[in-house]
Structures are given as structure tokens and as C-alpha cells.
């Protein structure tokens, strides 16, 4: 009984050993292959931020009011761009080395996740170009808000970039194929719901302000704060 | 003569041009044709050929008055008041070079309806006197045309150390000489944006070595358009004074102090009434601004001016005063936050509105009381603390990262 037992677990582990034997080049290769994606990684984070540093992007950035000042050194967002891109190459190269090798399940879940990536990256795109516009929206309402004298300047601001913000995080879920009609169907009710509030508080309240902007962008009558008086002329500033 | 002229221009046979800007409007060709009599009145001996600007596919061209094409053409389309080599001024400069013309001047629109002598009193400096740049100087109201009073004259007589009361005055006179210079000037190619603007003009004139003088022309007709709003005066005049200082930084920042520049004619006494505006409202939008922009102005400002605007916000109506210092320093800190790109250029300059609103309702409630010499002492006040804070400008422009918002 000894002899048959030695003979099944010697057999079994040549088996073993044969399979796995056969797998080390194929792991061999994918080892070779995530070398190669690491390589050419970390050999594209250079020029990405010398190219992020050329297009100027950290001083854009605070420029738009997009980051705030003072983000230097390892969180500078040049830095973290170039991060985040070179990451992506990674992931990409080794879903691509993934799919390509004879790995069975592996393989398969790679090929679906590399298929899905053209979209995540447009989401993502598109999900960072949003939130970025949405601050510049931010600071442009809250300006032109403050200089037509509407002392509600900051909630206007604040609405502006989270309306923006939100779009565009609908339309990344859209592109990414997440919540499907429901997406859609909540921002229009969403936008509707502005539209009506908006209209209900021009026709109200704010029917005034509103002709005058009007009038002063078709360049009819000067601005409100500086309306000249029944007894007095008009005052120009240049 | 006043003191810094020199001799009369050399080329003396040849004729002046003047370039007239329309309006929008049906277009009366007799109004060249006066200003022509006139001028050949005030300048015997010497022809003046005044012709229209026309703009004609986005570029503008000098055409006589009698055109047939004028009559057809409803009216300017509003390119012939922009800058670039397609402009007015471009073709003003262009014309009088080829055809030698003595002297050449640039109408507003709407100025050729005025009558008297304007357009001579522009003009002689330059043919009578040897000048090669004359600015137009017009009678306001002491309240009006405040951008001027608190801004543009004070900044661009600390720049480049001339006492120019209206420096961006939309008319000029010009020599040949000059225009010959403007003419072959790089920056019609390199920067056509800005080229042929009326900074850019000026700067060009006072940066260089060419003699430039004021001229008083009488009341101010009034603009050729409805009034602009603060927030677009305000973008449009420091845009263009902010990119010359840029231009020639070089050139100011070796300038101290200020002089005079020869004046022809007095500005006379104004009729009518003053221009009205709400003191209230103005120092509501300062607080207003001054709550809402602060964290906008913390990327401009040095913290020291962010506590003197809240110490200003926090006034009473009657003793609200931004002090002139304080002024000419947000001001400077406004130029190199533009030069150094600090905040996006255009929402920079339209967060500057609830500032101007502050100082204009300090100095209208400040001069209030004041009569016309007064109030002029008190511009001339502003003018120095500019010239004062100059060495202000000129550190922080070298190196506007020392300030570390």
C-alpha cells in the first residue's frame, strides 16, 4: 500500500511540477512584457512633464482659478498629471500584455476591461474638463454678479460651477454606460427645475435687473450703478 | 512757443491729411468739405485733404468724402476703431506716408460735426511748431471721465514722466516724420492685436524720443457711443495701458518723477450740468466686492492692502477715502498681477471694477465741495502718491513672486 501511495504522489507531482514547468515561460514572457510596460512608463513620465511644464499648465491652472495658489513641489498639478498619465499607460500596457497572453480567464477579463478603457478615459476626460470649466464659471459669475451689484454674487457663483460640475459628471456616467435613462431623465428635471425657479424669479422679482443688463449689452442705456440722474448728464468714464 | 518745442517741421510744402472716423448713419459728405475750408483758413498755403475712413471687408482705407461708395455703405461696422494694420490708425499712417503729408490727424467719430477751430488748434503743433505728436486735451466736468482722473493720467504720468491730462483722447495730430517711424514699426506684425490702438500710440510717442504736446480743444463734444460701463471701461483702457507697460518696461522703469508737456490753448469755463451718480450705490458695490472678491484679490494684493480695503469697507459713508497711496499700490499690484499672469487677464481686470467704484466714491464725495482748481489740486495729489509708489511698481514687476499670496 506504500509502494501505491509513493506511486500516486510521485505521479501526481511530476504532473504538477510538469504543468507548472510548462506555464514559466508563459509567466516568463508576461513578467518580460510588464517589465517592457513599466519601462516604457516610467520612460514617458519625463517628457510629460517637461511637456506639462512647456504648455505651462501649473501657472494656467492657477491662472483660471482652477487649483489653488500655492500648490508646489509634489503636489504641483503638473506633477500629479504626469502621474496620473503615466499610470494609464501602465494599466493600458499590462491589460493589453494581459489580453494578448494565453492566460485563460485572465485574458478574457482583460480583453473586457481593455475594451471598456477608450470609455473610462473619455469619462475621465471629461469628468476633470467639467469640474475644471466649472470653476472658471464659478469665478466669472462671481465677478460679473458683483460688479452688477447682485448681493447674492457667491450663490450665484457657487450655482454656476455646480450646475457645470454636475453635467459634466452626467454625461462621464452616460459615457460610461452607469445609470442609463435615469441619468438623463434627472437632469432634465434638474435643469427644468432651474429654468422654472429662474423664470418665476425674473418674472417676481428681478424683472428690473434684467432689463437693465439687457439694456446695457444692447448698449442703450448705461449701467445701473451709474445711472445718471433726471437733473444731471450722463457719465462717462474715459 | 511753449518751452520744448523746437523748430517747424521740415517738409513744408506738402500738404495735411486728415483722416475722419464715421458713424453709424447716413454720411454727410459736407463735413469734410468745411473742415477742409477751415483748415485751408487756419493754415494758408498749405492744402489739407480730409478723407473719409471707410471699412470694407474688416480692413479700413482713407477715401474722399464725395465717394460714391460711402453714400451706398450703411456705415462703419465698428472695425475702423480697432487696432491692428486693418485700422484707422494704420491707414491714417499708411496714407500720409506715401503721400508725404506735413502733418496728419485722426477724427473721432461724430467730432467733424463740431464747428470752430478744433481741428486747426490740433493741428498747429505740429505745422507750426515742429511737434511730432499732439494729444487733444478737452473741458470735462471735474466729475466726469473719472477712469482719467484716477487711473489712466496718473498711471501713465508716473510710467513715462509726462503730464498728459487726457492721454488716451481718441483724436491725435501726427508729423511725417513720426508716422514714417509708426509706419515701419515692427509691431503691426508681431502684435496686430494691440498695434494702432490709442495706448498703443502713446506709449510708442512717449517711450521714443519724439517731441509730443497737449492741445486744448474746447468742451468735449461727447462719445460717439452710449456709455460704457465701468467693468468695460475699466477692461478696455488698463488692458491696453497694461500690455504697453509691458511692452516698454524697459523704458519706464528708468523714468523719475514727471514734467510738464507743452500745452497749447486754455481749457476755458464748461457749461451744463455735472454728471450725477449715486455715492450709495458706489460704496455698495465696494463692500460688496470687497466680501465677495477678496479671495480673487488675495492672489493681487499684499495682505497689508487686503486689511487697509476691509479697514475702508468698514467706514462710514462720510469718512470713507481710499487713501491715494493705497490707491496707486492696488493699481501697480493690479499691472504686475496682469504682467505675471496671476489670475486669468480678463476676469483680473473686470474684479478690479468694485475697487474703482470705491476710490471714484472716495474722491466724488472728497471733492464734492471743491471747485475746479481744487479738485485739480487733488488730482495732482494722486498724481504724486503714483510717482511716490513707483519704486513699489518697479520691485514687484522685477519680481513678482516676492509677494507670496
Known amino acids: 500500500m506504500w509502494d501505491e501511495t509513493r506511486r500516486i504522489f510521485l505521479e501526481s507531482l511530476w504532473r504538477m511540477l510538469h504543468s507548472m514547468a510548462r506555464q514559466i515561460p508563459g509567466v516568463a514572457a508576461m513578467l518580460l512584457f510588464v517589465a517592457i510596460a513599466v519601462g516604457v512608463a516610467v520612460a514617458l513620465h519625463g517628457p510629460l512633464k517637461r511637456l506639462c511644464a512647456r504648455l505651462g499648465l501649473d501657472r494656467r491652472l492657477r491662472e483660471w482659478g482652477i487649483v489653488p495658489a500655492g500648490l508646489e513641489g509634489r503636489t504641483a498639478p503638473s506633477l500629479l498629471a504626469a502621474r496620473v498619465l503615466t499610470w494609464t499607460v501602465l494599466a493600458v500596457l499590462v491589460l493589453a500584455i494581459l489580453s494578448s497572453i494565453d492566460a485563460g480567464s485572465v485574458s478574457v477579463w482583460a480583453g473586457r476591461t481593455l475594451a471598456f478603457v477608450p470609455r473610462l478615459v473619455a469619462a475621465a476626460v471629461i469628468f476633470v474638463a467639467g469640474l475644471a470649466a466649472s470653476r472658471v464659471v464659478e469665478r466669472s459669475a462671481l465677478i460679473g454678479a458683483v460688479n452688477m451689484g447682485i448681493h447674492s454674487a457667491r450663490m450665484l457663483g457657487l450655482g454656476g460651477r455646480w450646475l457645470v460640475a454636475i453635467l459634466a459628471l452626467a454625461i462621464a456616467l452616460d459615457q460610461l454606460g452607469i445609470g442609463g435613462p435615469v441619468v438623463t431623465v434627472s437632469l432634465g428635471i434638474l435643469f427644468g427645475g432651474i429654468v422654472l425657479a429662474l423664470a418665476l424669479a425674473v418674472g417676481l422679482g428681478a424683472k428690473d435687473l434684467v432689463a437693465h443688463s439687457l439694456a446695457r449689452h444692447l448698449r442703450q442705456t448705461p449701467h445701473v450703478l451709474e445711472d445718471p440722474q433726471d437733473d444731471g448728464g450722463e457719465l462717462h468714464h474715459l | ?405
Not at chain 2, 105 to 111: D, Q
Not at chain 2, 237 to 242: N, V
Not at chain 2, 277 to 283: E, G, K, R, S, T
Not at chain 2, 314 to 334: H, K, M, N
Open chain 2, 1 to 405: 512757443m511753449p518751452s520744448g518745442a523746437t523748430a517747424p517741421a521740415t517738409e513744408m510744402a506738402a500738404e495735411i491729411v486728415v483722416a475722419l472716423e464715421r458713424r453709424p448713419g447716413p454720411f454727410d459728405p459736407t463735413a469734410a468739405e468745411r473742415l477742409e475750408s477751415e483748415l485751408g483758413r487756419r493754415f494758408p498755403g498749405r492744402p489739407a485733404r480730409v478723407l473719409v475712413v471707410r471699412v470694407q471687408g474688416g480692413a479700413a482705407s482713407l477715401v474722399p468724402a464725395d465717394d460714391p461708395a460711402l453714400m451706398a455703405s450703411p456705415g462703419p461696422d465698428g472695425a475702423a476703431g480697432l487696432p491692428g494694420p486693418e485700422g484707422a490708425l494704420a491707414a491714417l499712417l499708411r496714407t500720409g506716408a506715401e503721400r508725404g503729408a506735413a502733418a496728419m490727424a485722426l477724427v473721432a467719430p461724430g467730432r467733424d460735426a463740431g464747428g470752430g477751430d478744433w481741428l486747426g488748434k490740433l493741428l498747429a503743433p505740429v505745422v507750426e511748431e515742429g511737434f511730432d505728436c499732439v494729444r487733444p486735451a478737452y473741458l470735462r466736468h471735474r466729475h466726469d471721465a473719472p477712469l482719467n482722473t484716477g487711473v489712466v493720467y496718473p498711471l501713465l504720468r508716473a510710467a513715462f514722466g509726462k503730464r498728459l491730462r487726457q492721454p488716451l483722447g481718441g483724436e491725435t495730430a501726427l508729423s511725417l516724420t513720426l508716422a514714417r517711424r509708426l509706419v515701419m514699426d515692427p509691431d503691426w506684425r508681431r502684435d496686430a492685436g494691440s498695434a494702432g490702438s490709442d495706448a498703443w500710440l502713446l506709449a510708442k510717442v512717449l517711450a521714443g524720443r519724439e517731441r509730443v504736446c497737449q492741445a486744448w480743444l474746447g468742451a468735449w463734444p461727447g462719445a460717439s457711443a452710449p456709455p460704457e460701463d465701468a467693468s468695460d471701461a475699466l477692461a478696455r483702457a488698463l488692458g491696453q495701458i497694461f500690455h504697453e507697460l509691458e511692452r516698454h518696461a524697459t523704458r519706464w522703469q528708468r523714468i523719475d518723477g514727471s514734467e510738464d508737456a507743452p500745452v497749447f490753448g486754455t481749457p476755458g469755463a464748461l457749461e451744463g450740468e455735472p454728471p450725477r451718480v449715486d455715492l450709495a450705490f458706489l460704496l455698495d458695490a465696494f463692500r460688496l466686492g470687497q466680501s465677495e472678491l477678496a479671495p480673487i484679490w488675495s492672489h493681487v494684493l499684499p495682505p497689508a492692502t487686503l486689511l487697509a480695503l476691509r479697514r475702508c469697507a468698514a467706514c462710514s459713508p462720510e469718512t470713507f477715502q481710499l487713501d491715494d497711496g493705497l490707491w496707486a499700490r492696488i493699481v501697480y499690484d493690479f499691472a504686475v498681477a496682469w504682467f505675471a499672469k496671476l489670475v486669468e487677464r480678463r476676469q483680473l481686470l473686470a474684479s478690479m471694477t468694485p475697487l474703482y467704484r470705491g476710490w471714484m466714491a472716495g474722491f466724488l464725495r472728497a471733492t464734492r465741495n471743491l471747485d475746479d482748481a481744487g479738485t485739480e489740486a487733488r488730482v495732482e495729489g494722486i498724481c504724486r502718491a503714483f510717482e511716490q509708489e513707483k519704486r513699489y511698481l518697479i520691485a514687484r514687476w522685477r519680481w513678482p513672486d516676492s509677494f507670496n499670496p
